[in-house]
Every structure is written in C-alpha cells, then in structure tokens.
C-alpha cells in the first residue's frame, strides 16, 4: 500500500527557510520520479517541482527556481524540499506526488499535505 506522509510545514516570517519531508512507504522511491506540488489559499493546485529518475535531473516553477531545492534520501525512502528566501505568495499546503510515469506524466499518489504559512 504506498503512503506518502508530509511533515515540516509552519509559521515562517519572510527570508526564511523551511525544509519539507516526504517519507514514503509500500513502494521503493528510488524508482520513481516525485513531485511537490502547492495549493494557495482559494487558488487551484501549482507544481513546484520535480525529481526525475530517467534523466536524473530535477526540475522547477519559474516562481521558486533558485530559492527552492528538491533532494531525496534513498537510503531513508525520503523526498524533501528545502525552501529558501520566503515570501507570503509562497504561503500554500504543499503534498508530494509520486509521479505516474516521469516529469510531466502525472500523479497517481499524493500525501495529505502540509500548510507553510510565511507571514511577519
């Protein structure tokens, strides 16, 4: 049964930094591509990024390329995003995704999301 359990999110004032977890479980996450995706307050869902395993690059939204960075711990069964430069428009809940086949193919699996709030 593959689960996917966010934790990490909270209250962060503007400049500051979060680092995001995703432990996975009934699937070896070495294997597949995983995403993070956000969803702001009253807004629809927005991908933030991808870790691609068949070319093993990893790829961005243009609104937080340079300030978020997405890695994995293999050995944990771990994905994680470290974020970087806060700002308020980056105030979401944000779930890993197990991706359906590889970058851009889709979701089939998603955690229940963790809220980042970054206010003063």
């Known amino acids: 049964q593959v689960q996917l359990v966010e934790s990490g999110g909270g209250l962060v004032q503007p400049g500051g930094s979060l680092r995001l977890s995703c432990a996975a479980s009934?699937?070896?996450?070495?294997?597949?591509?995983m995403s993070w995706v956000r969803q702001a307050p009253g807004k629809g869902l927005e991908w933030v990024s991808d870790?691609?395993?068949?070319?093993?690059?990893?790829y961005y939204a243009n609104s937080v390329k340079g300030r978020f960075t997405i890695a994995r711990d293999n050995a944990k069964n771990t994905l994680y995003l470290q974020m970087n430069s806060l700002k308020p428009e980056d105030t979401a809940v944000y779930y890993c995704?197990?991706?359906?086949?590889?970058?851009?193919?889709?979701?089939?699996?998603w955690g229940q999301g963790t809220q980042v709030t970054v206010s003063s």
């Open positions: 870790s691609n395993m068949a070319d093993g690059y990893t």
């Open positions: 995704a197990k991706d359906f086949l590889g970058y851009g193919s889709g979701f089939d699996y």
């Open positions: 009934g699937f070896t996450l070495s294997g597949y591509a």
